[in-house]
C-alpha cells in the first residue's frame, strides 16, 4: 500500500505542479491583454526626429525625403530676408550683422564656381539653388545659422561632399534640400 501512496503522492505533486504553471500562465495573458487597451491608448510620438535641424538628424529622420515639414525651431534667414539687408556702407547688415560686403562675388566663397556675379545680384535673382547657399552663407556669418554649421561645412556642401554622418555623403541637390528646410522654404 505504501508504494501506490507515494506514486499517488508524486502524481499528486505533479498536478499541483501543472495547475500553479497553468495559473501563472492564465495570470500573464489576462494581465497582457488588460494592457493592450491601455498601451493602445497612449498617444505616440510620430517622428522622434522630425523637427531636428542639425544634417545628422535631418537625413537619418526622413526630413531630406520630405522637405514640405515645417521646423518649429527658428527658420534661418532666407534669400527674401537677405536681398534687403544691406545698408549704404555697401555691406549686408542683418541680424547678427555678419559683416559681408554685398560687391562678394560668389566664386569667392564657393571656390569650385566659375561665377563672378556678387552676392546681392545672386540674392536679387529670386530663389534658386544659389541664392539659398548665399543665404546660409550669411547666416553662418552673422551667427544665426545652426550651430556646427560652417563656411567650411556649406563649401563642402556645394561641392557635393559634406558628410552629416558616417557612411553617408550629400550631393549638392540634398544639401540644397536641406538648407531650404532650415530657411522654412
Given at each position: 500500500?505504501?508504494?501506490?501512496?507515494?506514486?499517488?503522492?508524486?502524481?499528486?505533486?505533479?498536478?499541483?505542479?501543472?495547475?500553479?504553471?497553468?495559473?501563472?500562465?492564465?495570470?500573464?495573458?489576462?494581465?497582457?491583454?488588460?494592457?493592450?487597451?491601455?498601451?493602445?491608448?497612449?498617444?505616440?510620438?510620430?517622428?522622434?526626429?522630425?523637427?531636428?535641424?542639425?544634417?545628422?538628424?535631418?537625413?537619418?529622420?526622413?526630413?531630406?525625403?520630405?522637405?514640405?515639414?515645417?521646423?518649429?525651431?527658428?527658420?534661418?534667414?532666407g534669400p527674401v530676408y537677405w536681398v534687403s539687408a544691406y545698408g549704404n556702407n555697401n555691406k549686408f547688415n542683418g541680424?547678427?550683422?555678419?559683416?559681408?560686403?554685398?560687391?562678394?562675388?560668389?566664386?569667392?566663397?564657393?571656390?569650385?564656381?566659375?561665377?563672378?556675379?556678387?552676392?546681392?545680384?545672386?540674392?536679387?535673382?529670386?530663389?534658386?539653388?544659389?541664392?539659398?547657399?548665399?543665404?546660409?552663407?550669411?547666416?553662418?556669418?552673422a551667427n544665426g545659422f545652426v550651430p556646427g554649421i560652417t563656411v567650411s561645412k556649406l563649401q563642402d556642401m556645394w561641392?557635393?561632399?559634406?558628410?552629416?554622418?558616417?557612411?553617408?555623403?550629400?550631393?549638392?541637390?540634398?544639401?540644397?534640400?536641406?538648407?531650404?528646410?532650415?530657411?522654412?522654404?
Open positions: 500500500m505504501e508504494p501506490n501512496n507515494k506514486m499517488d503522492h508524486i502524481e499528486q505533486s505533479k498536478d499541483e505542479a501543472e495547475t500553479v504553471k497553468s495559473e501563472g500562465r492564465r495570470k500573464l495573458v489576462q494581465g497582457g491583454m488588460l494592457a493592450v487597451p491601455v498601451l493602445m491608448a497612449l498617444k505616440s510620438t510620430p517622428a522622434l526626429a522630425v523637427n531636428v535641424k542639425q544634417p545628422s538628424g535631418f537625413s537619418t529622420s526622413g526630413n531630406l525625403s520630405n522637405p514640405s515639414v515645417v521646423a518649429a525651431a527658428d527658420r534661418a534667414n541680424t547678427g550683422n555678419p559683416g559681408v560686403r554685398t560687391d562678394t562675388t560668389f566664386n569667392s566663397i564657393f571656390t569650385t564656381s566659375s561665377d563672378t556675379t556678387s552676392l546681392l545680384a545672386v540674392l536679387q535673382s529670386g530663389i534658386n539653388t544659389q541664392s539659398v547657399f548665399v543665404s546660409a552663407y550669411l547666416d553662418v556669418r561641392n557635393g561632399n559634406f558628410s552629416p554622418v558616417l557612411g553617408i555623403t550629400w550631393t549638392r541637390a540634398d544639401s540644397e534640400t536641406y538648407l531650404r528646410y532650415t530657411m522654412g522654404l
